[in-house]
């Protein structure tokens, strides 16, 4: 032993006595079922912190507690690093639908000023490209993005961006007709 100062006889609420350096105890049980000493392993066991336990003497000057509130402040920390991630790609892709919509609107527009007959099922943008894929259907069984050339120039010319032409194709390979 180092000396009187450095460990403590006391009663744990588990019912025993121990000879245990001061480290150890990080706080008092009040509670008349079982008053003692709380070691890290109790405290656990007991889910005192979870239960917000009032009978619970927290021993300040322990080291447990300083780093406890460390950990705590951390994992908020991060918890709101993340949260402010998510807000924020949320935000980004509400932005970037918004972006396609219009986008969605302008190809329509093409399409009915050059009297096409084809039906766009989606268009999504190239991530970081200035370039987007329009997925469409024709009343031809074959891929016929090069008859469609002239809706790719205008929305290039309206938008500035590069506009790539895509046939559906059914899960057999066969392109999509209506």
């Not at 935000?91 to 919509?101: F, L, N, R, T, V």
Request: charged share 30%; hydrophobic share 35%; with cysteine.
């Amino acid at each position: 032993m180092d000396s009187d100062f450095d460990y403590i006889d006391i009663r744990t609420v588990k019912g025993y006595r121990i000879l245990s350096s001061k480290k150890c105890i990080i706080g008092y049980c009040h509670f008349p079922g079982h008053k003692g000493g709380i070691t890290k392993k109790i405290l656990e066991e007991h889910d005192c912190l979870k239960k917000e336990c009032t009978f619970l003497e927290k021993y300040e000057d322990n080291p447990y507690w300083s780093a406890l509130e460390k950990m705590q402040a951390a994992k908020k920390e991060r918890r709101n690093y993340v949260r402010s991630i998510k807000a924020e790609k949320a935000a980004m892709q509400k932005q970037s639908d918004a972006i396609e919509g219009i986008y969605y609107e302008i190809v329509l527009c093409i399409i009915d000023e050059l009297g096409y007959d084809m039906k766009v099922l989606s268009i999504k943008k190239v991530q970081n490209m200035r370039k987007f894929i329009l997925v469409y259907i024709s009343e031809n069984p074959y891929n016929d993005w090069y008859q469609f050339l002239d809706v790719a120039r205008a929305f290039g010319k309206k938008t500035g961006c590069f506009l790539e032409l895509r046939h559906a194709k059914n899960i057999d390979g066969s392109y999509v007709i209506y």
